[in-house]
Nanobody, 121 residues
Framework: VQLQASGGGLVQAGGSLRLSCAAS????????MGWYRRAPGKQRELVAA???????NYADSVKGRFTISRDGAKNTVYLQMNSLKPEDTAVYYC????????????????WGQGTEVTVSS
Protein backbone atom coordinates (compact mmCIF):
# COMPACT_ATOMS: atom_id res chain seq x y z
CA VAL A 1 0.00 0.00 0.00
CA GLN A 2 1.27 3.42 -0.89
CA LEU A 3 0.00 6.96 -0.58
CA GLN A 4 1.87 9.06 -3.08
CA ALA A 5 1.62 12.79 -2.49
CA SER A 6 2.68 15.43 -4.96
CA GLY A 7 2.20 19.07 -5.86
CA GLY A 8 4.16 20.90 -3.20
CA GLY A 9 6.57 23.68 -4.00
CA LEU A 10 7.52 27.29 -3.51
CA VAL A 11 4.91 29.97 -4.12
CA GLN A 12 4.50 33.63 -3.29
CA ALA A 13 1.91 34.81 -0.80
CA GLY A 14 -1.47 35.05 -2.48
CA GLY A 15 -0.65 32.28 -4.89
CA SER A 16 -2.12 28.82 -5.33
CA LEU A 17 -1.01 25.21 -5.26
CA ARG A 18 -2.82 21.94 -5.78
CA LEU A 19 -1.75 18.88 -3.84
CA SER A 20 -2.62 15.37 -4.95
CA CYS A 21 -2.42 12.07 -3.11
CA ALA A 22 -3.04 8.76 -4.84
CA ALA A 23 -3.53 5.59 -2.84
CA SER A 24 -2.50 2.35 -4.52
CA UNK A 25 -2.12 -1.30 -3.65
CA UNK A 26 -5.16 -3.56 -4.02
CA UNK A 27 -7.38 -1.24 -2.05
CA UNK A 28 -11.01 -2.20 -1.53
CA UNK A 29 -12.22 0.78 0.46
CA UNK A 30 -11.07 3.90 2.25
CA UNK A 31 -13.36 5.56 4.77
CA UNK A 32 -11.88 9.03 4.73
CA MET A 33 -8.86 10.79 3.30
CA GLY A 34 -7.28 13.95 4.49
CA TRP A 35 -4.36 16.29 4.66
CA TYR A 36 -2.35 17.20 7.73
CA ARG A 37 0.57 19.56 8.02
CA ARG A 38 3.50 20.14 10.29
CA ALA A 39 5.02 23.58 10.32
CA PRO A 40 8.54 24.13 11.66
CA GLY A 41 8.51 23.96 15.42
CA LYS A 42 4.83 23.06 15.61
CA GLN A 43 2.76 19.94 16.06
CA ARG A 44 1.06 18.21 13.20
CA GLU A 45 -2.46 19.49 12.60
CA LEU A 46 -5.42 18.52 10.50
CA VAL A 47 -5.87 20.74 7.46
CA ALA A 48 -8.85 19.12 5.76
CA ALA A 49 -10.55 15.76 5.45
CA UNK A 50 -13.23 14.22 3.28
CA UNK A 51 -15.26 11.07 3.83
CA UNK A 52 -16.29 8.52 1.24
CA UNK A 53 -19.70 10.18 1.28
CA UNK A 54 -18.26 13.59 0.50
CA UNK A 55 -18.54 15.24 3.90
CA UNK A 56 -15.70 17.66 4.50
CA ASN A 57 -13.99 19.14 7.52
CA TYR A 58 -11.53 22.05 7.53
CA ALA A 59 -9.25 23.70 10.00
CA ASP A 60 -10.52 27.19 10.82
CA SER A 61 -7.29 28.69 9.52
CA VAL A 62 -7.90 27.42 5.97
CA LYS A 63 -11.67 27.73 5.62
CA GLY A 64 -12.60 29.71 2.54
CA ARG A 65 -9.13 29.33 1.05
CA PHE A 66 -8.57 25.57 0.73
CA THR A 67 -10.84 23.02 -0.91
CA ILE A 68 -10.52 19.27 -0.51
CA SER A 69 -11.97 16.90 -3.07
CA ARG A 70 -11.79 13.22 -3.78
CA ASP A 71 -11.97 10.84 -6.73
CA GLY A 72 -13.20 7.61 -5.20
CA ALA A 73 -12.64 5.57 -8.33
CA LYS A 74 -8.97 6.56 -8.34
CA ASN A 75 -8.52 6.56 -4.54
CA THR A 76 -7.12 10.03 -4.93
CA VAL A 77 -7.58 13.12 -2.80
CA TYR A 78 -6.80 16.69 -3.81
CA LEU A 79 -6.22 19.86 -1.88
CA GLN A 80 -6.65 23.10 -3.78
CA MET A 81 -4.91 25.83 -1.83
CA ASN A 82 -5.66 29.44 -2.77
CA SER A 83 -4.69 32.75 -1.22
CA LEU A 84 -1.70 31.10 0.39
CA LYS A 85 -0.07 32.79 3.36
CA PRO A 86 3.43 32.42 4.79
CA GLU A 87 1.89 30.68 7.79
CA ASP A 88 0.74 27.89 5.47
CA THR A 89 4.39 26.92 5.07
CA ALA A 90 4.70 23.31 6.24
CA VAL A 91 5.20 19.75 5.21
CA TYR A 92 1.82 18.41 4.13
CA TYR A 93 0.98 14.76 4.74
CA CYS A 94 -1.72 12.68 3.15
CA UNK A 95 -3.73 10.36 5.39
CA UNK A 96 -6.15 7.52 4.79
CA UNK A 97 -8.56 6.57 7.57
CA UNK A 98 -9.77 2.95 7.74
CA UNK A 99 -8.10 1.66 4.62
CA UNK A 100 -9.25 -1.87 3.74
CA UNK A 101 -7.57 -4.17 1.22
CA UNK A 102 -9.26 -6.83 -0.89
CA UNK A 103 -7.37 -9.37 1.21
CA UNK A 104 -9.32 -8.24 4.26
CA UNK A 105 -6.39 -6.52 5.90
CA UNK A 106 -7.48 -3.20 7.36
CA UNK A 107 -5.36 -0.28 8.48
CA UNK A 108 -6.93 2.09 10.96
CA UNK A 109 -4.80 4.88 9.58
CA UNK A 110 -2.19 5.08 6.86
CA TRP A 111 0.23 7.89 6.10
CA GLY A 112 1.87 9.01 2.92
CA GLN A 113 5.18 10.76 2.63
CA GLY A 114 5.10 14.50 3.03
CA THR A 115 5.24 17.14 0.36
CA GLU A 116 6.74 20.47 1.26
CA VAL A 117 4.91 23.74 0.75
CA THR A 118 6.78 27.01 1.16
CA VAL A 119 5.00 30.33 0.91
CA SER A 120 7.22 33.39 0.63
CA SER A 121 6.09 36.82 1.77
Amino acid sequence: VQLQASGGGLVQAGGSLRLSCAASGNIFRINAMGWYRRAPGKQRELVAAITSGGSTNYADSVKGRFTISRDGAKNTVYLQMNSLKPEDTAVYYCNADRLELYSGVEYSTYWGQGTEVTVSS
